[in-house]
């Protein structure tokens, strides 16, 4: 019998959380090197100061990921989400960024990032269920 067991969580700690990412970016370093993960934010905000949009993402190995970009409804279609993608770009390219990765639904924003010049290269059926997640990409810096 293993001295081992496994415990299923649905309300994690997250100290244990933090054990298994340590565990994982360690394991992760030693094959491909440091990661030099970075959070990045770019936020739109209102007259007031209240937040209108953003985007939440983190540059790691080369790469931004984008992993939110959200812009309160009146506000779409002006110009707002471009120029927070594309500051994001650009810092992620002070950070010495090759390339952008994120991911889209069929009902959010493929369009838009495709205009900004990302290329799907993988879809995902059936999630959520009727609907389809696709997974882009930019080339920052051309090789």
């Known amino acids: 019998m293993t001295p081992y067991r496994i415990t299923v969580h649905d309300d994690?700690?997250?100290?244990?959380?933090?054990?298994v990412f340590e565990g994982l970016r360690a394991y992760n370093a030693l094959h491909a090197g440091p990661?030099?993960?970075?959070?990045?934010?770019?936020?739109?905000?209102?007259?007031?100061?209240r937040i209108v949009g953003g985007l939440v993402g983190d540059t790691a190995w080369q790469w931004l990921y984008v992993d939110a970009l959200w812009i309160d409804e009146p506000l779409r279609n002006q110009g707002h989400g471009r120029a927070m993608?594309?500051?994001?770009?650009?810092?992620?390219?002070a950070r010495g960024c090759r390339n952008v990765y994120l991911d889209t639904f069929d009902f959010q924003a493929l369009p838009f990032y495709r205009k900004e010049g990302y290329e799907v290269y993988?879809?995902?059926?059936?999630?959520?269920?009727?609907?389809?997640?696709?997974?882009?990409?930019?080339?920052?810096?051309?090789?």
Do not use: C, M
């Open 12 to 19: 994690l700690d997250p100290e244990d959380v933090e054990a």
């Open 35 to 49: 990661s030099n993960r970075r959070r990045l934010g770019v936020f739109l905000r209102g007259p007031d100061g």
């Open 85 to 93: 993608l594309r500051a994001a770009e650009e810092r992620a390219r």
């Open 122 to 143: 993988g879809t995902q059926e059936d999630f959520p269920p009727g609907h389809r997640r696709y997974y882009l990409r930019k080339e920052l810096i051309a090789r």
